[in-house]
């Protein structure tokens, strides 16, 4: 037993200090280097300080982050509170619904709004059309509105499950001892609940602030962290891997200290689990009913209408940028004319990628659940790693790692897959732990009480009766790395572009019908495995985050 | 039939000494109870045997042979959980076999094996069904078939029985007792339940913060406990603190609480404090006549159908239980006095702590 899991343990720390950890120092250690010659410096970081546009950056990021959470929470504390004290029509499929937009790639949702609201957007024309002017929404304002619509889940699914896990009683405790109904939410039900309100909101600043693809489509020309980084390193012209370096270290430490934060209020949100009856449904009149509905239903179904809207337009047919009023399949035909291989890449990465990602996470799931000792704990962490960890930031480390000595990598379809593993993996960990920690350990005991060995019944008792809960997770990685962007655009190489680079490229270009047609396929191949098993991903989500 | 010989048994969690330098002989084909309050180390005992639990200092042996570096697997022993664990993706019938299957025993021998053993616990046909098709009682049994069907070493339980209701509670540990009797085999059998303990027990070791406090027969454990924990700890026993008196060459008398008891034997030097130990049952509701009586007043009456407990407020106030028959009829008010008769032999003193 022991063995079983020091041997899991070692193999999976070697595993990430080799793919994780090595990539990122080397990444650190480039930020202190003078570009070209390779001494000592900390020139990078002293040109920072002093350059008015990264700072600039560095400014636009964080506050599109802090404003994208605020109002995440906004929407999303109210959502929650309809959906677990309010008795909502069609709450299950709305549940299901408000889980969405955290699988779907959000810089789909922000080509939409490019589509819809953008300089030639469909929106925009017809409103000018008829005399009346719109403002832009390039920058900030687009930037947090994708965040917010994307990110709120975040938000939801702690939070729900800290208002579910009020237990009736304390509340009815609270009321008989004379507390008014607002008097009892602010004394009781909000100190409960705001661990998981930090905890989610936290994850929505980081997720916001590490995010490549939004800025990508929406900064135009305005300075933000994570498309800086990605031109510092991978630009053509202004290339500095140094200056990539220092900025990619102060977006980890950002990440990593909010990352920290989150954690530790993730940890005291425990004390409010042991609910044994879930509090009634608030006995509303008919008009608060409503309103809560229409609002409950209004923040789902506008989080999900960019996606819709891409559907739509990629069945229209585009005049060079200008979207017309015809339908036609011409944008798919455009897309698939050039070659099935990205299509083709796409699927095939992202198999080997969620196959790999469950068949490491599981095991060192499963471990760091079962058998606490010191060198479990320094896993758990070490895998948590990746969480605070850009994918453009791993990607660049990956290249600097793997572009020469004896292990190179670069330029092949096995180094896509290594970062999509890597960047999934604290995922696979916290999924399968959460299963095991749902399986009786006496369960295992049993099995080897009656003479099988450790390795066996992990492999033939707790690997299937972990197995419904794995298929959830296995499909949940398959989708985020279908989807994935930051890292894919500076570790593709020619014979492996993927359908997320080809809309990249046709957004930087001009090929907007292409663009629909590729966000469109990404939509389907995300949202169909989805709809496939949504109640178990349900599940899965709200015990990973 | 395996003799197990356990010798200096240490293991320690922290600053907690869960199991103490512990030292047990169990026979041959014995029910051997380990019995004790929560946290005194029952399960962690078992568990080393078992070999989930690793052992810090000391030695386990069945019949002889050192078993406690082997590892949980080839330990031949059969568990019983608390929670059943009887693996929820398999039927009833493969759940009996998983052991037969470990030991690569040939499928012909299995099936009349497993048929067999699902005999013995009073659920033949039922093999073909999924777990989540049967209650706790049948889940419970169908743990014990699987225990026995590998003819192991030893069996183990852990309080069993313990998350079943009274009534099957009391059925199921004579099931247990009568096919560990006909199977020969050797169990150790944990509960924190005594009743449950002195019912089906060859013999039972009282434990006690990871210490032995007494190991004996049902009988003997009850009748003569060793330390004042073993008789609060058997039955409800009222603990009275007193002061020995001088011997008289056949009885001692002890002043507490306000009166005097007579305790059989030289318990104490005089004026030494003592505790003594008046179990309910040993006291009888009399009418002056004859043995040594104690004077109390009635302060509550329970009627417990069978029996009736009556609770008492001796001279100096102290609270004692006493147990009457619950056919003998009672007409007393609270506040009646109660003369209480008792046979000094049955009055046990220790030395306070
Ligand atoms: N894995 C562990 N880690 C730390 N302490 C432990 C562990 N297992 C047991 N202990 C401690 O050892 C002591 C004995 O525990 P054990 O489970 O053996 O008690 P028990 O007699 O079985 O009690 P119960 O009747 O409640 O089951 C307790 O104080 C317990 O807290
Ligand atoms: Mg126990």
Redesign the pocket.
């Known amino acids: 037993m022991k063995r079983f899991a020091t041997i899991v343990t070692l193999a999976a720390l070697v595993l990430l200090a080799v793919f994780l950890l090595y990539p990122l120092a080397l990444v650190l250690d480039a930020s202190f280097r003078i570009d070209g010659t390779g001494g000592l410096t900390l020139g990078n970081y002293a040109a920072i300080v002093k350059s008015r546009y990264y700072l600039g950056s560095i400014g636009n990021s964080l506050f599109c982050a802090a404003l994208a959470t605020a109002f995440a929470c906004a929407i999303g504390i109210p959502l929650a509170f309809c959906l677990a004290r309010i008795d909502i029509p069609g709450r299950a499929l709305l549940l299901t619904l408000a889980s969405l937009p955290l699988v779907l790639p959000s810089f789909v949702s922000a080509y939409a709004l490019v589509l819809l609201f953008g300089h030639a957007g469909v929106v925009t024309t017809t409103l000018r059309g008829i005399g009346i002017p719109i403002g832009s929404i390039y920058g900030v304002p687009g930037i947090v509105i994708v965040f917010t619509l994307t990110l709120y889940p975040y938000v939801v699914m702690p939070v729900l499950a800290g208002f579910q896990a009020v237990d009736a009683s304390m509340e009815e405790a609270a009321r008989n001892l004379g507390g008014s109904r607002p008097y009892v939410i602010r004394t009781v039900l909000l100190p409960i609940v705001m661990p998981a309100i930090l905890a989610g909101g936290l994850l929505v600043f980081i997720e916001a602030l590490e995010n490549f693809g939004v800025p990508a489509v929406l900064a135009e020309d305005r300075p933000f962290l994570a498309v800086d980084i990605f031109k510092l390193f991978a630009g053509e012209s202004d290339a500095n891997p140094a200056a990539a370096g220092a900025l990619s270290v102060l977006l980890i430490a950002c990440t990593a200290i909010a990352l920290l934060v989150q954690r530790h209020y993730l940890g005291k949100r425990r004390f409010s689990t042991n609910a044994r009856s879930a509090p009634a449904k608030l006995p509303l009149t008919p008009g608060l009913r409503l309103t809560a509905t229409i609002v409950s239903w209004g923040i789902v179904i506008a989080s999900l209408l960019p996606f819709t809207a891409v559907l739509m337009i990629s069945l229209l047919r585009f005049r060079g940028p200008v979207l017309t009023w015809e339908f036609g399949l011409g944008n798919y035909a455009t897309l698939l004319s050039g070659s099935y291989r990205p299509l083709l890449n796409t699927l095939t990465l992202a198999s080997i990628a969620a196959v790999a990602t469950m068949l490491i996470g599981a095991p060192i799931g499963y471990v760091v659940a079962r058998h606490r000792s010191r060198l479990s704990g320094l896993l758990d962490f070490v895998g948590m790693v990746p969480f605070a960890v850009s994918g453009t930031i791993l990607a660049i480390g990956l290249i600097i790692a793997f572009n020469s000595g004896p292990l190179i990598l670069t330029g092949g379809w096995l180094i896509l897959v290594i970062a999509y593993v890597v960047r999934k993996l604290p995922f696979a960990i916290r999924s399968s732990s959460a299963i095991v920690h749902q399986l009786d350990p006496s369960l295992e005991e049993a099995s080897i009480n009656l003479g099988v060995t450790p390795s066996k019944t992990f492999a033939t008792l707790t690997v299937p009766l972990m197995a419904s809960g794995l298929v959830g997770g296995l499909v949940l990685v398959w989708i985020t790395a279908a989807s994935e962007l930051s890292a894919t655009i500076v570790l593709y190489a020619s014979g492996w572009v993927t359908t997320t680079v080809v809309m990249y490229h046709a957004i930087e270009g001009t090929g907007a019908g292409l663009a629909a047609a590729a966000a469109a396929v990404l939509i389907l191949v995300t949202a169909i495995p989805l709809l496939l098993i949504n109640r178990r991903i349900n599940k899965q989500e709200s015990t990973v985050i | 039939m395996t003799a197990i010989r356990i010798e200096n048994l240490t293991?320690t969690?922290?600053a907690?000494?869960?199991?103490d330098d512990i030292s047990l002989d169990i026979r041959h084909g014995e029910l051997f109870t380990?019995l004790?309050?929560?946290?005194?180390?029952?399960?962690?005992?078992?568990?080393m045997i078992a070999g989930f639990?690793d052992v810090e200092s000391g030695s386990i042996c069945f019949d002889g042979r050192r078993i406690d570096a082997l590892p949980a697997h080839r330990r031949d022993t059969g568990m019983v959980f608390?929670n059943y664990a009887i693996f929820p993706n398999h039927t009833v019938a493969e759940n009996v076999a998983y052991g037969l299957r470990a030991r690569k025993v040939p499928a012909a021998e299995i099936a009349s094996r497993v048929d067999k053993a699902l005999e013995r616990v009073r659920l033949a046909g039922y093999g073909p069904r999924s777990p989540h098709q049967l209650s706790g009682g049948q889940l419970q049994r169908v743990a014990i078939a699987r225990a026995l069907v590998i003819e192991p070493a030893v069996l183990l339980f852990?309080?069993p029985l313990s998350n079943l209701d009274a009534q099957l509670r009391t059925e199921m540990r004579i099931e247990v007792r009568q096919l560990q009797q006909a199977l020969g085999l050797t169990a150790i059998y944990?509960t924190?339940d005594q009743e449950e303990a002195l019912a089906i027990s060859d013999r039972i070791a009282v434990?006690r913060r990871?210490k032995i406090e007494q190991v004996d027969t049902p009988e003997r454990i009850y009748r003569m406990p060793q330390t004042a924990f073993v008789a609060e700890f058997l039955g409800s026993t009222n603990m009275v603190p007193g002061i020995a008196g001088a011997f008289d060459g056949r009885n001692t008398p002890v002043a507490a609480a306000g009166t005097e008891f007579t305790v059989r034997g030289e318990v104490a030097a005089p004026g030494a404090p003592v505790l003594l130990s008046v179990r309910p049952e040993a006291l009888r509701l009399r009418d002056g006549s004859g043995g040594s009586l104690v004077h109390a007043r009635l302060a509550l009456r329970e009627f417990l159908g069978p029996v009736q407990r009556l609770h008492a407020t001796l001279p100096d106030g102290t609270q004692i239980r006493i147990s009457a028959l619950g056919g003998q009829a009672l007409d007393l008010l609270p506040g009646a006095p109660l003369s209480l008769a008792y046979d000094p032999a049955q009055i046990t003193a220790y030395p306070a702590p």
Do not use: I, W, Y
Request: a positive charge.
């Open positions: 293991r969690f922290g907690v000494r869960a199991v380990l004790g309050p929560s946290g005194c180390g029952k399960t962690t005992l078992l568990r639990v608390q852990d309080e944990v924190h434990l990871g």
